[in-house]
């Protein structure tokens, strides 16, 4: 039958697309997919073990699948940590990541010694999953200059705990947040962690620090 062979054949292909996925949540939603039509694939022709192969695949993604949605809006799984602009380990991130940085923010460029700027990382564990950067521009004005996700966690929403629940910015003395103007489509992005459009740029107020013994940030 011709329509079987396709579902054979399309769950193939959609279980090795997963293989080759950076971003954890993709890879999982397309290798479940997959393992499911392969497990249709393989009872209709009877052919059992790669049908408990595949049964068994579907299970541990349906498993991941539900504890990476619960964990995209715990802020007990973020932290951040300041760093000094000057940071050696800092700049080997940035480094590292710099080509993909300018496939978001072409302009963006690292110069060391710039006054009134901040640092910070956010952490998955042990696990750095992306840099955000501010600079003071003066009367409780910060400037980020970069907000950067690395690719397996783009999925998920380190960005809206930065913005939203860590407290950095207050602690900082930051009334406000200004976006990069450069940044490739920004309207998804800043809209869900709390900017708005203003004046042609996009703009945040910073919420009140979080009471002492919240999750927040650390300091290295």
């Not at 396709?6 to 993709?26: H, K």
């Not at 009367?139 to 705990?161: H, M, N, S």
């Amino acid at each position: 039958m011709v329509w079987l062979e396709v579902i054979g054949w399309l769950g193939s292909a959609l279980v090795v697309a997963s293989l080759a996925q950076a971003r954890v949540l993709r890879f999982r939603v397309l290798n479940l997919v997959g393992a499911v039509l392969a497990t249709g694939y393989n009872a209709a022709l009877s052919i059992w073990p790669f049908v408990a192969m595949n049964g068994v695949i579907a299970i541990i993604d349906v498993y991941w699948l539900i504890r990476l949605q619960r964990e995209r809006h715990d802020e007990a799984t973020y932290e951040v940590v300041e760093v000094e602009p000057t940071d050696a380990y800092l700049a080997h991130v940035l480094g590292v990541n710099l080509a993909d940085i300018r496939t978001f923010q072409p302009g963006f460029a690292w110069e060391q010694g710039v006054p009134g700027r901040l640092a910070f990382l956010v952490l998955r564990g042990d696990e750095m999953v992306g840099v955000v950067v501010v600079r003071d521009a003066g009367d409780g004005v910060g400037q980020v200059e970069l907000d950067y996700v690395t690719k397996r966690f783009r999925d998920f929403t380190p960005g809206e705990f930065v913005y939203r629940r860590s407290g950095v910015f207050a602690q900082a003395g930051f009334r406000r947040l200004v976006a990069p103007s450069d940044i490739a489509d920004p309207q998804d992005y800043y809209a869900r962690v709390g900017f708005r459009a203003e004046d042609g740029r996009w703009v945040r107020d910073v919420a009140a620090p979080e009471p002492t013994g919240a999750p927040g940030v650390a300091a290295l």
